[in-house]
């Protein structure tokens, strides 16, 4: 990870020979987007994207207020730009191919066909009240009704908040809250590599905390019997059959909110991450365009779900905005095997394949013979993106996925940067396994330690952003002085992601992991707090301290300390309950892997817990567990290390 080896992997011939843009080229073009940003922009943004209307002013930012706006005074429609400019070139190309849980059961979207869905459902929007600046709460299985309704959002200019749906109903029912949703779209339910997710039921059990909600729009898509409620539950296929299959899009301003994304932060509650229109769709749609090397007649996928950024960016806004045909797959990758994945890139023909490292690491561990009963001929380009990749899993992505003929993008970026930050080329920038290589366009990616100070050449220290990006968050929503808080307030006049990283003697950049106490299980993002938060809802629980520690497929597990309330004594049983107690209150990926009773935890005299020392009990790394003589009570150390529990 961040000491990778230093092994270069050279961009191959093959690969050069047709991509948009060589070494010299990139450095061309990273130059003029740093020297002269409002034309370098313009440009772009003129060769991207649709405009209704001109801008006034390309950018206008300060990040002491925080103030951030881009193409102020254009209009444009995101829905026009994902699918009606298209219609005339590409109407009968294919927009979305559709692969379900089980293989085999798919269905392709024509632009055409995607257009005429987008329209009814956003007229069917309009007619159940929803208006432009509505939020809208999608909550969905992966199933293309799910790009749909983000679409007909956009289309109306409604405000989509999509609420992946692996989160319990407590969880949705504080993200439709938040939001103010009047409107929520779900499914009868969801298919997962064979399991059933019950999302009506859920969403039920939301909603009726939700006064504000006035209508769910229930799609079928197992057909079960789904309790409903006449007077504010409506069928998705009854509410668009009678629409008209024509709807203007709405010419929205630039600045005009896109969508809200709820994301963990390091304390308390999700932030709603506000990303708006203009600035956001072009990046994405740029990215998209040079990271992944994308070609007309290329099939592309990314494995991600919508309800992260990453479906929002890469299966849905980039991919569409520049044409492509864009997969999108219902399952899991280890259903009905471990070679599912390759079964679906044979089938569909797939060009360029994008995922995380979790996945990476979970079927490397099925071994090569699931990855080797298909050709993968099609593949050209491998993404990843979630988490650093350790070079074992960059290695074996690249030699057996890709049989050594495909470059591995390794894109660093976060929900609040909207879009690809760091990343390779593939036509420009050789490889490094495990370093997400150079920045994209517009990029300036700095180190600062911990006393303010900028840090330059070969360094390592807390990464930082300088100046603004046009797809870069607007707001927390609803709460600016948050925003302000907690990006920045660490380093006055700089964007602070939150992350470690180590710039090498080449400019190459290797991101070593958060720095705060936000949790990356698979990719996912998780506050330690609301995890803790969960726990000490249990009546036996007096306190709860959670830590991540190295996991081998997760990259992190989570690792619980537990004081009980006096007299309660800890049991397997206890343990299962509180496990699943954090389950029912998040969802199944904030469940802990590990619980360790703990008759009391390191506190610093002022009653701070030193998390730095429970990291290090959790990672087995007791040689440098470091000062504890500023602890009010040292002995709780001792009796901690004695009952620390090693992950199987
Ligand atoms: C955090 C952002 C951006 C979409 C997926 C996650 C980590 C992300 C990489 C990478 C090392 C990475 C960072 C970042 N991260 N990509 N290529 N190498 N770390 O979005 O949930 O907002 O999480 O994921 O720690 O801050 P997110």
């Known amino acids: 990870m961040a000491n990778g080896n230093d092994e270069l992997y050279p961009v191959p011939t093959e690969i050069a020979s047709r991509a948009h843009l060589d070494k010299a080229g990139y450095e061309a073009m990273y130059r003029r987007s740093i020297e002269n940003p409002e034309a370098f922009w313009a440009e772009q943004a003129e060769r991207f994207i649709h405009w209704f209307r001109p801008w006034d002013r390309v950018m206008d930012w300060d990040f002491k207020e925080p103030r951030i706006r881009w193409f102020e005074g254009a209009e444009l429609n995101v829905s026009y730009n994902c699918i009606d400019r298209h219609l005339e070139t590409r109407g009968d190309k294919t927009a979305i191919i559709w692969e379900g849980d089980e293989p085999g059961d798919t269905r392709r979207f024509s632009y055409r066909e995607l257009h005429e869905a987008v329209c009814r459902l956003a007229n069917g929007l309009r007619a159940r009240g929803v208006r432009r600046g509505d939020r809208v709460c999608i909550y969905m299985p992966m199933v293309p009704e799910a790009a749909i309704a983000m679409l007909a959002c956009t289309r109306i200019g409604a405000i989509h908040s999509v609420v992946f749906g692996g989160f319990s109903p407590h969880a949705l029912r504080d993200r439709i809250l938040d939001a103010d949703c009047k409107l929520v779209i779900t499914a009868d339910q969801g298919v997962r590599g064979g399991k059933i997710v019950p999302l009506k039921e859920n969403t039920d059990k939301a909603v009726t905390e939700c006064p504000g909600v006035e209508t769910v729009v229930v799609l079928r898509r197992t057909g079960a019997e789904v309790p409903s409620s006449p007077d504010r539950d409506i069928d998705y296929h009854e509410l668009v059959e009678d629409m008209e299959p024509h709807c203007e899009a709405e010419p929205m301003d630039a600045e005009d909110p896109l969508f809200i994304l709820y994301t963990s932060g390091s304390t308390g509650k999700p932030k709603g991450v506000l990303h708006s229109t203009g600035g956001y769709i072009l990046q994405a749609a740029m990215t998209h365009h040079y990271v992944f090397d994308y070609h007309e007649e290329d099939i592309y996928w990314c494995t991600a779900d919508v309800g992260w950024v990453t479906g929002h960016s890469y299966i849905v806004y980039g991919p569409l905005a520049n044409g492509a045909t864009t997969l999108m797959f219902e399952g899991v990758p280890t259903y009905p095997d471990a070679s599912r994945h390759w ?281 440098t567990l470091g000062d504890t003589s500023t602890l009010a009570d040292p002995g709780v150390v001792d009796n901690l290390i004695d009952n620390r529990i090693k992950p199987d």
């Open 343 to 623: 079964d679906i890139v044979d089938r569909h023909q797939v060009n360029i394949y994008y995922t995380a490292p979790t996945a990476i690491r979970a079927l490397m561990r099925a071994g090569n013979e699931p990855v080797q009963q298909y050709s993968r001929k099609s593949l050209r380009i491998l993404g990843t993106v979630g988490e650093p990749i350790n070079p074992e899993a960059w290695n074996w992505y690249h030699q057996v996925v890709g049989d050594g003929r495909c470059p591995v993008v390794d894109t660093w970026w976060q929900t609040e940067t909207g879009a690809i930050m760091i990343a390779p080329l593939p036509g420009a920038t050789d490889l490094k396994p495990g370093s997400a290589t150079r920045p994209f366009f517009g990029v300036q990616p700095a180190l600062m330690d911990a006393d303010g100070r900028e840090l330059e050449g070969e360094a390592a220290g807390n990464l930082v952003i300088k100046g603004s990006w046009p797809s870069q968050m607007r707001t927390v929503y609803g709460d600016h002085e948050r925003f302000a808080q907690t990006y920045f307030s660490a380093y006055p006049g700089l964007y602070f992601t939150g992350d470690g990283a180590r710039r090498d003697a080449d400019g190459y950049w290797w991101i070593t992991g958060r720095v705060d106490d936000v949790l990356n299980i698979s990719g996912h993002r998780l506050g330690t707090a609301e995890v803790e938060s969960a726990l000490v809802l249990h009546p036996a629980v007096a306190e709860a301290a959670v830590v991540g520690y190295p996991h081998d497929v997760k990259g992190q597990g989570i690792y619980a300390y537990v004081t009980l309330m006096a007299g309660k004594e800890g049991s397997d049983e206890l343990s299962d309950e509180l496990m699943d107690l954090v389950r029912d209150e998040i969802g199944a990926i904030a469940r802990p892997d590990i619980i360790q009773w703990a008759p009391g935890l390191p506190k610093t005299r002022s009653g701070k817990i030193m998390r730095r020392i429970l990291r290090k009990i959790a990672a087995d790394e007791l040689d």
